[in-house]
C-alpha cells in the first residue's frame, strides 16, 4: 500500500471521488503546506479521513527514539510495512534544522568504515518512504522551521534514482524547500551523477571520496573498483561544468590511513582543478573497522595543509556520535537515552 506522501495531487484527488472538488485542496494543503497528519487534517470529515488512513496507512512505525546534544540531535528507528527498519536523524543547529534521511534500507555499496554497508542491503525506498521521514522530522522540529534535508542516512542515493530525484522535486515543489537546501550524497556512481547533472536541478551533491589514489579507495569504497578515479573525475568535471554548482567532497580522516602527507597531496590533485569544497570528517566508531580515527590536532593540521595548497576545507562538527547517529553510523542499531514515542 502506498503512503499518501507517495501520492501526486492528481492521485490525491482520485482517493476523494465522491466528494466536493475543494475537499482534495483541503487534504493537499493540510498534509504539505500545513504539514498536519492525516488525523490533524479535521478540515475533512472523519469517516473519509478513516478510509483514507486504511487505504494508505502510515509508511513509518516508530520503534524507538534517542536523544543527545541536549535534546539537539535526535535519532528514530523506524519500522517499514515488511519488517525492514531505516533511521532518521534530526539536527538542530544554531542556523538551521537539517534532516538526514534513508534512501534504502540497508547499503550494498560496502563501505569498510561505514556501519550501514557492514550490515548490508535489504532493499531500496519507495518514494513515500523518503518524504514520510521529512514530514516527521518537520513536525517535530516545531517551533523551528524545517530548512534543510540531507540525503546522508542510510544506502546510497544516487542507487535509487528514481525515488531520490522524486523526492527532491516533490520536496522542492510541494513542501517549498529551496533545492540549495537539499543535498543528495553518493559514494560514486558516475554515470547517475552524470544523469543528476541534466536534471536541472541546482541541489549540492556531496561525494564520498576517503581516499584520491585508487588502491586506497578500491578498499575503502569498494564501488571504485567499477568506477576508478579517473571515470569519477570526469563526471564531477560534467557536474561542476553543466550545473555550476560547487562539489562537496566528503573525507574520514583515518589515522594512518588517509591522513599523511602523500593522502593530502592526492586530494589536492582531485579537487582543486574541480574547485571542490573539502569536507573532513573525524572518523566515527563503528564495530565493523576497527581503526582509529586521525587525532584532533592532525585534522587540524590536514585541513590547514588543505587551504595553503588553495582547496577550501572544513571541519564537520560531528553530531549524534553518542547515540550513533553520526555519519557512517546508521545501522539500525539505537543506544543512549530512550525516549518515548508519541503517537503520529
Avoid at 483514507?52 to 546534544?69: I, M, R
Avoid at 564520498?208 to 568535471?237: G, I, K, M, Q
Avoid at 576545507?313 to 557512517?328: E, Y
Wanted: contains cysteine; aromatic residues 6%.
Amino acid at each position: 500500500m502506498t503512503s499518501l506522501y507517495g501520492l501526486t495531487r492528481d492521485e490525491l484527488a482520485g482517493e476523494l471521488v465522491g466528494e466536493p472538488r475543494y475537499r482534495a485542496d483541503q487534504l493537499w494543503r493540510g498534509l504539505w503546506a500545513e504539514g498536519r497528519t492525516l488525523a490533524e487534517v479535521t478540515t475533512i470529515p472523519r469517516a473519509v479521513r478513516e478510509r483514507l488512513a486504511e487505504a494508505h496507512p502510515a509508511a513509518l512505525t516508530p520503534v524507538e527514539e534517542v536523544v543527545s546534544d541536549r535534546g539537539g540531535t535526535r535519532k528514530w528507528l523506524f519500522g517499514l510495512g515488511d519488517g525492514a527498519t531505516i533511521e532518521t536523524v534530526l539536527m538542530h543547529y544554531d542556523d538551521r534544522v537539517t534532516v538526514c534521511v534513508s534512501s534504502q534500507a540497508g547499503c550494498a555499496m560496502g563501505c569498510t568504515f561505514c556501519a550501514t554497508g557492514q550490515a548490508g542491503f535489504t532493499r531500496h525506498l519507495t518514494l513515500g518512504e523518503v518524504l514520510e521521514q521529512v514530514m516527521v522530522a518537520r513536525r517535530e522540529a516545531r517551533p523551528a522551521r524545517l530548512s534543510n534535508v540531507v540525503f546522508m542516512g542510510m544506502g546510497e542515493p544516487l542507487a535509487n534514482y528514481a525515488v531520490t530525484v522524486g523526492a527532491v522535486r516533490r520536496l522542492a515543489g510541494d513542501v517549498g524547500l529551496s533545492a540549495r537546501h537539499l543535498t543528495v550524497s553518493t559514494v560514486g556512481v558516475a554515470p547517475a551523477i552524470e544523469r543528476l547533472a541534466a536534471e536541472g536541478l541546482p541541489v549540492t551533491l556531496a561525494l564520498s571520496l576517503h581516499a584520491a589514489n585508487d588502491a586506497a579507495r578500491d578498499e575503502l569504497v569498494p564501488l571504485n573498483r567499477r568506477y576508478p578515479l579517473e571515470r569519477l573525475f570526469a563526471a564531477c568535471t560534467a557536474w561542476v561544468e553543466r550545473t555550476g554548482r560547487r562539489l562537496s567532497l566528503e573525507w574520514a580522516l583515518i589515522e594512518g590511513v588517509n591522513d599523511t602527507d602523500a593522502a593530502l597531496g592526492e586530494l589536492v590533485e582531485f579537487a582543486a582543478p574541480l574547485r571542490a569544497h573539502v569536507n573532513l570528517i573525524p572518523l566515527n566508531p563503528t564495530p565493523g573497522y576497527l581503526v582509529r580515527g586521525s587525532a584532533p590536532e592532525r585534522v587540524t593540521a590536514f585541513r590547514d595543509g588543505l587551504v595553503a595548497r588553495g582547496v577550501n576545507a572544513t571541519v564537520r562538527n560531528t553530531r549524534g556520535r553518542s547515540i550513533a547517529a553520526a555519519c557512517g553510523q546508521l545501522a539500525q542499531v539505537s543506544r543512549g537515552r530512550r525516549v518515548a514515542i508519541r503517537g503520529r
